[in-house]
């Protein structure tokens, strides 16, 4: 049966909030608001699993037991029928029914009938079943623990404005059980693969937050000041050249998961914060570490869904079969047939494609820089099932390491899946007087007017003239990752808190 009642009003929304501030007012009087006096000893869902079979825990079994708990969660359905109702609540793990009797509660049974959907209560009692299967807890004691004011969505209505759960994430996770099963997945993705890299001798490490000067990552910074020191700082937008000062310093295993931050737009792939795994090693190429993302990825997703397979976007897809790799200019001629190999080198042609593909073109931007926005405007949304691109041009990968075989190539790959990509890595240029001769490229492009080339870093080359051995590195974006294994659509579905505008009035 389809629910055609209409969903509450504002008005409805502040009648309701001044009725409930006026049962507050009057727990104030008693001396009795906000007690924190009632100590939980058991968890719902732990109930729901120990006594799930209930031909073996009958409510005569249960009587027998006579299991006593304290349980503490908040009210989410709630029925009187006179001298006998019932509860259900939620706690961090689950649901379970609290099963109230005017007998066994006297006064605190009569008060009981005032609270509301939403308050948070604790109750002592024992385990029992009810006539329809509902495992229950027997209550002796009942305490309302916390007031609240306001009124959560309905059961049939829910929190369905897209944004309204986004800016009131604490309101999404207690009607929402499917958007709090995603942030559980998150934390198990976050857990499987630092035990992953563990395992494998990596060491994680913390490195700042704020720099003198921003650099990893071809990104427009967020600019902050340090009052003490009159200095302008920088938030990261990568980890990276910290890492690698770390590997020449012979922490050779190194990785780091947490926080980036870059000035860019806001969409459904896009958060100016969002979180990067980052690890170097020594020792390795780029295929190596090639070899190192794919199998982290499918243990991971064998660890956290049991499974190889997910379902992202409309499109089934297997981590299990080994991923496709592709070089970046192949990939953009199977697209674009009349794009010949010859053309893949040529600025000229390649401006031509670009403009019957309309796609702008600055007068700076070189072959490297042409091919690439090809390849992201033809290519890179088809590349459903897990595929690694190689042999990125040297003019975009000032980081990377260039091919002992082939001129103005690097030995950088991207790992693409459902049309998005999710991992980047390569041989790290280790050569300081090729990465000073790139940083001045890179100082170029800045005062050419491109906001997201990287700055010099003198103290970077320094430390590449101590002595940086061979180094493979990978950067996996987390949420990007996540919203693989969670099968969701938005980056916004996998953060706590998205960037939003602030609310009107806010």
């Not at 920088?234 to 012979?250: F, I, Q, T």
């Not at 049991?306 to 991923?323: C, H, K, S």
Request: a negative charge; glycine letters at 8%.
């Amino acid at each position: 049966m389809t629910d055609t009642t209409p969903p509450p009003t504002h008005a409805d929304e502040n009648r309701l909030i001044a009725e409930r501030r006026a049962k507050l007012a009057a727990l104030r009087a008693k001396g009795v608001a906000f007690p924190n006096d009632f100590r939980r000893a058991d968890f719902a869902g732990d109930l729901q699993r120990e006594f799930a079979d209930a031909e073996r825990w009958t409510a005569e079994a249960l009587d027998g037991q006579a299991r006593r708990v304290a349980v503490a969660g908040r009210i989410l359905l709630k029925r009187v029928m006179g001298k006998a109702s019932f509860v259900q609540i939620q706690d961090e793990s689950g649901r379970i029914q609290l099963f109230l009797q005017a007998n066994a509660l006297g006064e605190t049974y009569e008060a009981f009938k005032g609270w509301d959907v939403g308050d948070i209560v604790g109750a002592e009692g024992t385990l029992t079943r009810t006539k329809t299967g509902e495992l229950s807890v027997k209550a002796e004691r009942l305490r309302l623990l916390t007031k609240s004011l306001r009124p959560l969505p309905d059961k049939f209505h829910g929190l369905a404005d897209v944004e309204q759960r986004y800016r009131q994430r604490y309101v999404d996770l207690i009607v929402n059980p499917e958007a709090r099963e995603v942030f559980v997945k998150r934390s198990r993705i976050i857990r499987a693969i630092r035990a992953w890299l563990d395992a494998r001798g990596f060491l994680e490490v913390e490195t700042p937050m704020m720099h003198y000067i921003p650099g990893g990552a071809a990104a427009r910074p967020f600019v902050t000041h340090h009052n003490a020191l009159d200095l302008e700082l920088y938030l990261r937008v990568a980890p990276e050249l910290y890492l690698k000062r770390l590997v020449v310093g012979g922490l050779e295993r190194v990785y780091e998961i947490n926080r980036n931050f870059r000035n860019e737009g806001v969409s459904t792939r896009h958060n100016p914060e969002f979180t990067m795994l980052e690890l170097y090693e020594a020792y390795v190429a780029y295929s190596e570490v090639m070899d190192l993302t794919e199998g982290m990825i499918r243990d991971v997703a064998r660890e956290v869904l049991g499974t190889t397979e997910t379902f992202w976007e409309g499109a089934a897809i297997d981590l299990g079969p080994a991923f496709r790799r592709w070089r970046l200019d192949e990939a953009v001629r199977h697209f674009n047939p009349s794009i010949s190999a010859a053309d893949c080198r040529d600025r000229e042609a390649l401006a031509a494609h670009c403009e019957r593909l309309r796609i702008p073109v600055k007068p700076d931007y070189g072959w490297g820089k042409l091919l690439l926005e090809i390849f992201e405007k033809t290519v890179e949304g088809r590349l459903v099932q897990p595929t690694f691109i190689t042999h990125y041009p040297v003019e975009v990968s000032p980081l990377a390491r260039e091919s002992d075989t082939e001129k103005g190539i690097t030995d950088r790959f991207e790992l693409f899946i459902g049309g998005k990509e999710l991992a980047n890595g390569f041989s790290e240029l280790n050569d300081p007087e090729d990465q000073a001769e790139r940083f001045q490229a890179q100082v170029a492009a800045k005062a050419g007017g491109d906001d997201e080339a990287m700055h010099y870093d003198a103290d970077y080359i320094r430390a590449l003239e101590v002595g940086l051995p061979p180094t493979g590195g990978l950067g996996v974006g987390i949420d990007r990752l996540v919203m693989l294994l969670t099968g969701s659509a938005s980056i916004r579905d996998v953060l706590l808190f998205p960037y939003m505008r602030p609310e009107a009035g806010g």
